[in-house]
């Protein structure tokens, strides 16, 4: 079983201009890693939309990586965008499920299917070749890499320990996120 911040602290470690879209039980964590103009959680907005958000960016940006950070939760309410992703695919979209089993931010009440739901088959049977469940550190280490070279879609399930998020408070509104990673992208375009 993996540890989520450990997870966290090793790719805000080896991220540069990746754009990173978070939501729920992952938004706060990374927001304490990395708060900088790539990065936007989806949070306020609706949960379980930030694949399909991120996947959007990576067919509008295809020179900027998109990395989903998405809860388990929150993937189960937007199947459909594997399908989405798998119908439509972009070489510079990630998407990494955290899978735990609960609705962290709203008191760790199982996910329907914890324990039983398997994302991995449902995203090859949705279409996505490159799908990695990953179980431990050294699984992670040998396909780190990926997230950031890897082509694309790619989606990594990684299986960690549960935790205790609490509700998201963010400095900045997210009509101000959304206008900060809005006016970076314009600035970065090629």
């Keep these: 079983m993996l540890n989520k911040y450990t997870c966290l602290k090793k790719l805000a470690a080896r991220r540069s201009d990746e754009i990173i879209i978070t939501n729920m039980g992952i938004a706060k964590p990374w927001e304490n890693l990395s708060d900088g103009p790539f990065d936007f959680a989806s949070v306020d907005s609706g949960m379980g939309h930030a694949a399909d958000l991120a996947h959007g960016l990576a067919i509008a940006q295809p020179h900027h990586r998109i990395i989903t950070l998405n809860g388990d939760g929150s993937m189960l309410m937007c199947l459909g965008t594997l399908v ?4 439509r695919p972009v070489n510079n979209y990630v998407l990494i499920i955290i899978e735990n089993g609960t609705y962290e931010i709203t008191g760790n009440q199982f996910v329907p299917g914890a324990g039983k739901i398997n ?21 992670f280490d040998a396909k ?38 809005r006016k ?4 970065n375009t090629n």
């Design 84 to 87: 989405t992703i798998a119908q």
């Design 119 to 139: 994302y991995e088959t449902i995203a090859r049977g949705a279409g996505i070749d490159e799908v990695y469940t990953i179980y431990d550190d050294s699984d």
């Design 144 to 181: 780190f890499a990926l997230i950031f070279e890897g082509e694309g879609p790619l989606v990594f399930v990684w299986k960690v320990a549960q935790a205790n998020e609490p509700v998201p408070n963010f400095q900045l509104p997210l009509w101000e996120r959304a206008h900060r990673l």
């Design 184 to 187: 970076n992208l314009n600035e």
